[in-house]
Nanobody
Framework: QVRPVESGGGLVQAGDSMRLSCAAS????????MGWFRQAPGKEREFVAA????????DYEDSVKGRFTISRDNAKNTVYLQMNSLKPEDTAVYYC????????????????WGQGTEVTVSS
């Protein structure tokens, strides 16, 4: 089992960049697929990006393709979400999640969740 802990959120202006980190304690981190989800105020939580056990296996929600990059460093048990060209609509609480199988887009597919980190993008 892993316990994800997110960090790196804060307040930025539109067009800025930000990198979120998710440090996952526990064994065999490299065997877990990792995902980022977000929940904007008044909206349901939605998929953002995921990365598989094989780092080149990635998936992105359409609105973040070309702006966000997910990566992982198994030596540090950490997954990252590099967010560029941020927009006010990216404002949300960002959650990191882990699952023991291949990458997925559905929340129910993920077994372990962090508490979230808040990202606010001002216009």
């Amino acid at each position: 089992q892993v316990r994800p802990v997110e960090s790196g959120g804060g307040l930025v202006q539109a067009g800025d960049s930000m990198r979120l980190s998710c440090a996952a304690s526990g064994r065999l981190f490299s065997t877990y697929a990792m995902g980022w989800f977000r929940q904007a105020p008044g909206k349901e939580r939605e998929f953002v990006a995921a990365i598989g056990e094989i780092p080149r296996d990635t998936d992105y929600e359409d609105s973040v393709k070309g702006r966000f990059t997910i990566s992982r460093d198994n030596a540090k048990n950490t997954v990252y979400l590099q967010m560029n060209s941020l927009k006010p609509e990216d404002t949300a609480v960002y959650y990191c999640a882990a699952r023991t199988r291949e990458i997925g887009r559905q929340q129910w597919q993920y077994n372990y969740w962090g508490q979230g980190t808040e990202v606010t993008v001002s216009s």
